[in-house]
């Protein structure tokens, strides 16, 4: 005999675990807009150049889909002047990008992961009775590991527990050459080291079998007189 209570109890399960296996199916699968409209519109603007994007999803900023931390978009005269805000970071995306990486219920979403994206804004698209925001068509996309705030959380001694699992995707996503030194630290932070030609980001430190440090790995930036990178390195 099952009691009534417990013949709820199993029902609810079976619900949860239902719902379970729908969000697991339903996230297998890479979930974006590619429709033969965007296609066509994204052609068009063909002469353009490709944009490359690096973006981050913040959900704090009540961002359509991505929210750019570096490079430019290129907006046509018609597009800009339709958007609410022609100099906005956030954007949405369309065309060869999983948006359900991007989807905080989504097995697939990672808080870890910032993106690189190429392709051209394509229209201005609406998001609300009164606003208008870029709508990017993706043509290419990678993830990388960067989470701001594990780059900057310190640990025991000053230690930076998270940075060696960053350092090798930032070297090869980011860009640095050519970029202001403003905007290179306004993606990585304050750095820990400073003087008239270079910063540098403490990555790790090996204290031996001491307190004081025997060797230190830094991701290491040079700039010119104008505050222009000219080299980044990863320096041990």
Not at 65 to 70: A, C, G, K
Not at 100 to 108: A, F, G, H, P
Request: charged fraction near 30%; glycine fraction near 4%; charge should be negative.
């Amino acid at each position: 005999m099952v009691f009534p209570y417990y013949s709820g109890q199993i029902h609810k399960m079976k619900n949860l675990f239902s719902l379970l296996a729908t969000l697991l199916l339903a996230s297998c699968e890479h979930k974006y807009e590619d429709t033969a409209k965007q296609q066509e519109l994204f052609k068009a603007f063909e002469k353009e150049p490709l944009d490359t994007l690096i973006c981050d999803f913040k959900v704090n900023t009540g961002s359509q889909d991505l929210y750019i931390l570096q490079g430019k978009l290129t907006l046509s005269s018609n597009v800009e002047q339709q958007l609410s805000d022609p100099s906005t970071s956030d954007i949405k995306i369309c065309g060869k990008f999983p948006k359900d990486m991007t989807d905080v219920t989504s097995l697939n979403f990672n808080p870890d992961h910032v993106f690189k994206i190429i392709g051209r804004t394509i229209s201005a698209e609406t998001d609300g009775p009164s606003v208008k925001v870029p709508l990017f068509y993706v043509s290419e996309w990678d993830k990388f590991k960067f989470d701001y705030d594990k780059w900057v959380k310190k640990g025991d001694l000053g230690s930076y527990p998270y940075r060696k699992n960053m350092v090798d995707d930032i070297l090869e996503h980011l860009k640095f050459k050519g970029e202001s030194l403003a905007n290179i630290e306004s993606i990585l932070g304050k750095p820990d080291f400073y003087d008239a030609s270079k910063i540098s980001y403490t990555i790790e430190t090996d204290y031996g079998s001491d307190i004081d440090p025997t060797e230190t790995t830094a991701l290491v930036i040079e700039f010119n007189k104008d505050n222009v990178v000219t080299r980044v390195k990863k320096e041990e």
